[in-house]
């Protein structure tokens, strides 16, 4: 599902332009007089990102059997995304209990789509 795994990185994105956005911190190398300049872009690059992430996940659902799989996959995405952003463009630090909680709550998502693709299908005709 790539399309699932592209909204869960601009939903990222989205989150990453924002924070530059509202973050003046975030920004220290803008002089003053670009302030405004550069969070208009950035305003609007969190807006094209948030756009583009509802219709990759709008695509993702349009092609899936079951909203599951496309939630599954654009949570796991988004929330690896979101920290290596974190990490690289704020400098946040990354710990080892961070991939270690990381790695348990992919896994979970994992389980959780690997259970949905196994459960019968539950619209069959249960007038029999």
Same mark, same amino acid.
């Given at each position: 599902?790539?399309?699932?795994?592209?909204?869960?990185?601009?939903?990222?994105?989205? %989150?990453?332009? #924002? !924070?530059?956005?509202?973050?003046?911190? @975030? #920004?220290? @190398?803008?002089?003053?007089?670009?302030?405004?300049?550069?969070?208009?872009?950035?305003?609007? #690059?969190?807006?094209? %990102?948030?756009?583009?992430?509802?219709?990759?996940? /709008?695509?993702?659902?349009?092609? =899936?059997? /079951? /909203?599951?799989? +496309?939630?599954?996959?654009?949570?796991?995405?988004?929330?690896?995304? =979101?920290?290596?952003?974190? /990490?690289?463009?704020?400098?946040? +630090?990354?710990?080892?209990?961070?991939?270690?909680?990381? %790695?348990?709550?992919? #896994?979970?998502?994992?389980?959780?789509?690997?259970?949905?693709?196994?459960? +019968?299908? !539950?619209?069959?005709? !249960?007038?029999?």
């Amino acid at each position: 599902m790539k399309l699932a795994a592209g909204a869960g990185v601009f939903a990222a994105l989205a %989150s990453t332009f #924002c !924070k530059l956005t509202v973050d003046a911190t @975030a #920004c220290l @190398a803008i002089t003053s007089s670009d302030h405004v300049l550069i969070r208009g872009l950035m305003l609007a #690059c969190m807006l094209a %990102s948030n756009g583009f992430m509802w219709v990759l996940f /709008s695509r993702a659902l349009e092609a =899936s059997s /079951s /909203s599951l799989t +496309p939630t599954v996959i654009n949570t796991a995405f988004n929330f690896v995304t =979101s920290a290596l952003l974190g /990490s690289v463009v704020f400098s946040e +630090p990354l710990s080892w209990t961070w991939a270690a909680g990381t %790695s348990l709550i992919v #896994c979970g998502l994992a389980l959780v789509h690997a259970y949905e693709e196994r459960a +019968p299908d !539950k619209t069959e005709d !249960k007038s029999r």
